[in-house]
């Protein structure tokens, strides 16, 4: 595996053997999974088919931004799908998960040296087994004999090659490779991935005891303090609510002096998604401390209400605000982000009613899918797209873009020729229409 890691990665962490990396350690993982006696779970496949995809964007885009979170998410999938098949993980939270994979991370570094103790300790526990058959005395005197090889190599390997012409220059031409900077590069990246899979393998099988305990019902909290905390804002939610539906939905209402629409839409924007990234936990904290409570059922979906209204007056913002100023990467980027945030309150709603709704597994399949859409969907493309159609100037700017929008950037050429003397940033780079995206 360490050796196929370092074929796949080695000098090319986005190219085209990027998914063969991705299922050499799906293959890898379930020969493991066969080796301790364990079977693949029905959600794995999922996980499976969620890095598989990922691992096929990040070979056919450009957009750093995009391989890099199509990375993270391999990464952290990877380490769900190691956990989910080895423990009973049926009321595992999200700060289970989080600490369980955390807690593999680190202590696997306890297991570092293993590749070289472990022979030691085999043949040392084979010295003290008698009459268990011969074969498995061979590993310690095989040590032996190239321990006591290797000296004598160094009196007779001279004496051989000074004694025969030929034999030297034989001994010359197979042993004359240069050691250079890609050779040490690649035994060290083989010896550290061999290292490091080894000890995690190592730690996967010492499986955590404090894993195995089940995450207990601590729904025994008092729910006048979450009805409380709930009735108070919803006193101010209500009010805010209100008056995104009078003045931003429906138009109506007088705006204070010197504003204007763009600026009220652009304003406030960040501070409404950090208020419902707030009312999202605020949901699911009160959800898991308190005991049941109808009335605290009815306060919490009144607050996910509020939350929606929330969540469309920052869309409707940011898409007033691309109505005036285009599209950049990030605006796109957060419009994916309130659409997760919007399933996540959803699968909140329905977690309020039904107890035994898998949240953590609903929202993995959500950020999982909606990031795979967002991914394939070539935001660079529809962004240069846009912006290029709304510019009406002799001077067209496409900046921090990837090498994905050129096709679009060389279409619009042909239909607009004063985009001739055009300029693009593009992954960093300056280009000009005439000579450098025309290559």
Known sequence: YAVFFTFCLYKNPMG??????????????????????????????????????????VCITTSPVLITFDKIFIFAFFFVLFLYNLYDNKTWDASRYFLAIT???????????????DPIRISKNNEKKENKGKGKQVF????????????LLCVVLPLL?????????????????????????????????FFVGYALIKRL?????????PVRDKRNGNPVVSIT???????????????????LFLGFGTLPDGYTYADYAHEGFFQLVFVCLINLILVLVCRKYSKDSKALKVMLTLICVCTFIMLFSSAYRMILYIG???????????????????????????????????FVKYSMAVIAVTWIIFSFSRPDTYIAEYNLSIHTGQQYVVEDLSDDAIPVIVRHRNDLPEMEDSIFILNNHTYSMEDDIRK
């Open 161 to 193: 090659l000074s004694s025969d012409i030929v034999f030297m220059e034989t001994f010359r031409k197979i042993f004359s490779f240069r050691i250079d900077e890609d050779f040490s590069g690649v035994v060290f990246t083989t010896l550290l991935i």
């Open 229 to 247: 905390i709930s009735s108070v804002l919803l006193v101010f939610y209500g009010l805010y609510s209100a008056i995104q539906i009078i003045y």
């Open 140 to 151: 310690p005197y095989v040590l032996l004999g190239l321990a006591i090889s290797v000296p």
């Open 205 to 213: 099988c010492a499986r955590a005891d404090w894993l195995k305990v």
């Open 324 to 358: 005036v100023y285009g599209l950049t990467f990030l605006r796109v980027y957060v419009l994916w982000a309130l659409t997760v945030i919007a399933l996540a309150m959803t699968g909140t709603v329905i977690l309020i009613y039904m107890e035994k709704m898998p």
């Open 16 to 57: 085209i053997t990027f998914p063969l990396f991705t299922t050499a350690t799906v293959v890898v993982y379930c020969m493991f999974l066969k080796a301790v006696g364990e079977k693949l779970k029905t959600f794995s496949f999922s996980l499976i088919g969620f890095i598989e995809l990922l691992g096929i964007n």
């Open 103 to 117: 807690s593999t991370i680190a202590t696997s570094i306890a297991y570092v040296l293993d590749p070289i103790l």
